[in-house]
């Protein structure tokens, strides 16, 4: 997944179960800013965005993975 953020800063939120334990790991992007959430970041951690208090675009690129 390949994004691009637009107007306001956001941050990012992971979380991946660890036993019994949650390991938890945040990532603040910037306006104008491109991600890249490739392999683990995207497929085993749980991730979402908190919630802002201002306008803020995405475009957000995704693949589709198609049974060969």
Do not use: N
Not at 17 to 46: F, I, N, T
Not at 55 to 63: D, K
């Amino acid at each position: 997944m390949v994004g691009v953020s637009l107007l306001s800063p956001c941050t990012f939120r992971f979380w991946l179960k660890d036993g019994d334990a949650w390991e938890r790991q945040s990532l603040a992007v910037a306006p104008r800013s491109a991600y890249l959430l490739p392999g683990a970041s995207r497929h085993l951690w749980e991730h979402s965005l908190a919630p802002g208090d201002a306008l803020r675009y995405s475009i957000t690129f995704r693949t589709l993975a198609i049974p060969g």
